[in-house]
Antibody, heavy 120, light 113 residues
């Protein structure tokens, strides 16, 4: 079945970096964009950026420019989101989710989420 | 950026009654070349990722009960639950996918009265 499986929870100190993975299965990896969305505790959904798994091009929300890097490995159908210079406000659940390359559309499949805690 | 605003922030409805959630975008999300509204609705229950309910403003995702419906065009949209069930208690988000950044609304918390 179609699924996105994310890496496990992380605890990081302020100033450190975190790299979260999202492994896709059950569909053609390069036919769908991958987005990253985060959710701070008790808060709403925040779009972080998008990667095209086919060519690797990315587009990040301005808020995260310079701190976020999204990459992919087509050999393992995995995308990665690395966030640097972590601060307490980055404590959140991070989700990967997909939408089709052929036409911008809504996000039909989501990963289970990865909790990232930033604490000294 | 296209900013999404939902109303109300929270809503309490009796079982079997209608629930209505509104969403307004700061710019039109109607793409004139295909006449599609790039607007989706998601449901999120505690401890779970969001679930897609409605896309293209009014198309129900496969498996979503028909008591959920979406309407609207341009900048004003509505999610309606025709007869509230206990399992519908959740937070609901609208989202535009017309352009990046693909912002979400702030969410509407739906509870049972």
């Amino acid at each position: 079945q179609v699924q996105l499986v994310q890496s496990g929870a992380e605890v990081k100190k302020p100033g450190a970096s975190v790299k979260v993975s999202c492994k896709a299965s059950g569909y053609t990896f390069t036919n769908y964009y991958m987005h990253w969305v985060r959710q701070a505790p008790g808060q709403g959904l925040e779009w972080m950026g998008i990667i095209n798994p086919s060519g690797g091009s990315t587009n990040y929300a301005q808020k995260f420019q310079g701190r976020v890097t999204m990459t992919r490995d087509t050999s393992t159908s995995t995308v990665y989101m690395e966030l640097s210079s972590l601060r307490s406000e980055d404590t959140a659940v991070y989700y990967c989710t997909r939408d089709p390359l052929y036409e911008s559309s809504a996000y039909d499949i989501w990963g289970q989420g990865t909790m990232v805690t930033v604490s000294s | 950026d296209i900013v999404m605003t939902q109303s109300p922030d929270s809503l309490a409805v009796s079982l079997g009654e209608r629930a209505t959630i509104n969403c307004t975008s700061s710019q039109s999300v109607l793409y004139s070349s295909n006449n599609k509204n790039y607007l989706a609705w998601y449901q999120q229950k505690p401890g779970q990722p969001p679930k897609l309910l409605i896309y293209w403003a009014s198309t129900r995702e496969s498996g979503v009960p028909d008591r959920f419906s979406g309407s609207g065009s341009g900048t004003d949209f509505t999610l309606t639950i025709s007869s509230l069930q206990a399992e519908d208690v959740a937070v609901y988000y609208c989202q535009q996918y017309y352009s990046t950044p693909q912002w979400f609304g702030q969410g509407t918390k739906l509870e049972i009265k």
